[in-house]
């Protein structure tokens, strides 16, 4: 089967040095999903990426909260909110893409984790669905109606942006090779993947586009 047309893209999510190993919150062999990527990128007319962007004094970090710890949990803006190694800061290093990492056909960047107030997983709202980073509407705006996500981490960033994607009414694939799990618990990963087909969305492999 043919999966990718004019009406496709490929939706790159956080694939930033934070999340690399070595870096703030990073996701074990999150290194080894660029190479696929880059492959996939030229399959592709269209490639959109995703960029977590924090403020320093996000609420979603641990050090934040004087006397918390990552991997805690908080409420936050309403909801049950894990505490994370500072991450993605605005400006540095670690907010940036993966070196190696090809952008050269990147029609737009969209940044999320911006509001200190609410923490944003999804490339489309943050986890209170209050803000909307507009990816939904640049999409329909260019006929896209299927979204192929890859990037980091797959149980949080990667499933949120392919659920959001399919309940805005996208096609919606995961590519599975193309993505890690941060895996607190070891069947985090399964879990999302698990999740993302009872919601509808198509698994396949970087091999099968």
Known sequence: MEWINDDSVLLIVDVQNDFIPGGALAVSEGDQVVPLINDMQKKFRHVIATQDFHPS????????????????????AG?????????????????????????????AVFQKGKNP?????????????????????????IGIRRV???GLALDYCVKFTA???????FETFLISD?????NLKPEDGNLAIAEMEAAGITVLTSNQL
């Open 57 to 76: 004094d996000h609420g979603s970090f641990a050090a934040n909260h004087p006397g918390r710890k990552p991997f805690e949990f908080i409420e936050l």
């Open 117 to 141: 107030e609410v923490d944003s997983y999804s490339g489309f709202f943050d986890n209170a669905r209050r803000g909307d980073t507009g990816l939904g509407d640049f999409l329909k705006s």
């Open 163 to 169: 659920l959001d994607a399919k309940s805005l009414g």
């Open 79 to 107: 909801l049950t909110q894990i505490l994370w190694p500072v991450h993605c800061v605005q400006g540095s290093s670690g907010a940036d893409f993966h070196p190696k990492l090809n952008r050269s056909q990147w029609m």
């Open 178 to 182: 193309a993505t890690r799990a941060v």
């Open 148 to 150: 192929f996500v890859c």
